[in-house]
């Protein structure tokens, strides 16, 4: 398995275009993955994507298949030189790094923001939500009228954009409107589909959620 060497310089110098970020919000494209039995996928990968049916909206099971096998869970040598505990973007290979101790990194298969769309930066995950609601900003709205209807906010569930969990990423104390969030669509992991925001699968999401406090550094290529 490649993996790369992320370059101190690079992340320094995407500090500042995270200040120069443009309002977004964070809109799931494509059609929720169908539900049938995963084929053809290691048992213990099947595991880390079953359902969750005691969640307050449950889950169902990921249909893992259709993501490509270098997006699933997995811990992998750390390749960014991060202190453990930092999560790293690195939005060119659509991979999300949790940096752990001993040399090591728990890698998640991500979604990003798609043209014109794209941030990158240090910033720091101001808070958690379990099944938040989501509120389209004014901007994306002028863009989409038709979400209109949510400008008070969408209620939480499983056609929810931002899924089953949120990390919301402040820089300077002030809220980027950029997020780390679920996504019901396994079909955008590894692709460039959101509105600016990093999606994970439900589960995966679920999983970082649980490993990650808040004030967590955050670096995003």
């Given at each position: 398995?490649?993996?790369?060497?992320?370059a101190?310089?690079?992340l320094?110098?995407?500090?500042?275009?995270?200040?120069?970020?443009?309002?977004?919000?964070?809109?799931?494209?494509?059609?929720?993955?169908?539900?049938?039995?995963?084929?053809?996928?290691?048992?213990?990968?099947?595991?880390?994507?079953?359902?969750?049916?005691?969640?307050?909206?449950?889950?169902?099971?990921?249909?893992?298949?259709l993501?490509?096998?270098?997006?699933?869970?997995?811990?992998?040598?750390?390749?960014?030189?991060?202190?453990?505990?930092?999560?790293?973007?690195?939005t060119?290979?659509r991979?999300?790094?949790?940096?752990?101790?001993?040399?090591?990194?728990?890698?998640?298969?991500?979604?990003?923001?798609?043209d014109?769309?794209?941030?990158s930066?240090r910033?720091?995950?101001?808070?958690?939500?379990?099944?938040?609601?989501w509120?389209?900003?004014?901007?994306?709205?002028?863009?989409?009228?038709?979400?209109?209807?949510?400008?008070?906010?969408?209620?939480p569930?499983?056609?929810?954009?931002?899924g089953?969990?949120?990390?919301?990423?402040?820089?300077?104390?002030?809220?980027?409107?950029?997020?780390l969030?679920?996504?019901?669509?396994?079909?955008?992991?590894?692709?460039?589909?959101?509105?600016?925001?990093?999606r994970?699968?439900?589960?995966?999401?679920?999983?970082?959620y649980?490993?990650?406090?808040?004030?967590?550094?955050?670096?995003v290529m």
């Amino acid at each position: 398995m490649t993996e790369f060497r992320i370059a101190r310089r690079q992340l320094l110098a995407g500090a500042a275009s995270l200040a120069a970020l443009s309002l977004a919000g964070c809109a799931t494209s494509g059609s929720t993955s169908r539900l049938d039995e995963p084929a053809g996928v290691p048992a213990d990968v099947l595991a880390l994507y079953a359902a969750r049916p005691n969640e307050p909206y449950p889950i169902p099971a990921a249909r893992i298949d259709l993501v490509p096998p270098q997006y699933w869970r997995q811990v992998v040598a750390d390749p960014t030189g991060e202190k453990p505990g930092t999560i790293v973007v690195d939005t060119a290979n659509r991979y999300l790094y949790l940096v752990l101790p001993a040399g090591q990194a728990m890698r998640y298969g991500v979604g990003i923001g798609r043209d014109g769309f794209a941030w990158s930066g240090r910033a720091r995950i101001a808070y958690k939500k379990a099944w938040p609601t989501w509120t389209p900003p004014s901007e994306m709205i002028a863009r989409e009228p038709e979400l209109e209807q949510y400008r008070n906010g969408m209620e939480p569930g499983l056609q929810n954009p931002l899924g089953a969990r949120a990390l919301y990423i402040f820089q300077d104390g002030k809220d980027t409107l950029y997020r780390l969030h679920g996504n019901p669509d396994v079909r955008s992991i590894g692709k460039a589909v959101s509105s600016g925001c990093v999606r994970l699968i439900n589960q995966d999401v679920i999983d970082l959620y649980e490993r990650v406090p808040s004030g967590a550094l955050i670096v995003v290529m």
